[in-house]
């Protein structure tokens, strides 16, 4: 934070000096360390997301072809998201929508608020970065994220990081309750209510606790 202007998010990079090496040279990004994390934690939810999504996508392709129906998904476990999104929703409207229509057309409206957050997760992960440092200043200003094939761009700060990783994780749950409704697929995925999660933060011991009287006390200094 800049001292002059605590709202300021003063431009930073992050190497360990342990893994610095002689002869080597290091590139690096002016991003605030505030945003480190939320990038790292939005590519992680969003593979998360991805492995949950291929687990549903396989229960429908082995329940459509054992009911008979004919379809060509040789490979499909190689296929970009785009592609794979759209073999689901071509089986949800040919074979599943049928016998569980209210289920379907929720997966599918799921399945298509994805596309957004995709997009926004690929121009972080595999984007340009771009930003602002005006003269005399390690202030980081305009910070934003750019396909350089297309030309489209994502402006971000720490608070719309915060939201897409949130964003992702509560896609995954939809996905995850909604699938539930005509079956069952296994794997290491939880959905909690946010309310529970909340209720957990406030009535447990942690040094967070936004109750001063439960918070985890501070270890006592040493005087040795």
Known sequence: MSEDNPKQIRASFDFDRRFMRKGKHS???W???EYHASIGLIVAYWGNFEAFFDLCLNALIEGETGSGFVRDTTGWRRLPYK???RLLK???AEWLSPMYPQATERIVRIVDQSASLHAKRNLLAHGRYTYTIPAYSSVATNCRAINPDTGAEMPFDELSLKK????ISHLTADLFLAFKEIGEVSGPFHA??????LRI???TNHPWNPN???RTPLPEASHE
């Not at 897409?164 to 964003?167: A, E, N, R, T």
């Not at 909690?192 to 999660?197: A, G, K, L, N, R």
């Open 212 to 214: 001063p009287s439960k």
């Open 27 to 29: 590139v690096f990004l």
């Open 83 to 85: 592609k794979r999104r």
């Open 31 to 33: 991003l605030p360390k």
């Open 90 to 92: 071509d089986i949800c």
């Open 164 to 167: 897409l990783y949130h964003d």
């Open 201 to 203: 933060y406030r009535e």
């Open 192 to 197: 909690f209510p946010d309310t529970e999660i």
